[in-house]
């Protein structure tokens, strides 16, 4: 949350590190990386919250566009 309303990573990087198998605090910090231009950055995290939380639609639609917007095409198939 706080790293939504400031703009500083450090928070949702600090989350993320705190509970690695918390498949809602990997999908923040992957979208916040994402938002930030960072998709590239953001595909393990939101790939990481899609395995952790399989049915977590929001996170698989995230994964998809970073990994588009990464030019990760052949990886998207994972998530089809």
């Keep these: 949350l706080l ?3 400031t703009g500083d990573l450090s928070h949702a990087h600090a ?3 705190t509970a690695p198998d918390d ?3 990997r999908a923040a910090l ?3 990386l994402a938002a930030g231009g960072r998709a590239a950055e953001a ?3 939101l790939l990481a919250a899609v395995a952790l939380d399989p049915f977590d639609r929001a996170a698989a639609r995230a994964a ?3 990994l588009t917007d990464a030019g990760a095409l052949a ?3 994972a998530l089809v």
């Design 64 to 66: 998809y566009q970073a």
């Design 15 to 17: 989350a993320a590190a």
């Design 3 to 5: 790293a939504g309303l």
């Design 23 to 25: 498949a809602h605090l």
């Design 30 to 32: 992957g979208c916040a």
């Design 43 to 45: 595909v393990p995290h």
């Design 75 to 77: 990886r998207r198939a």
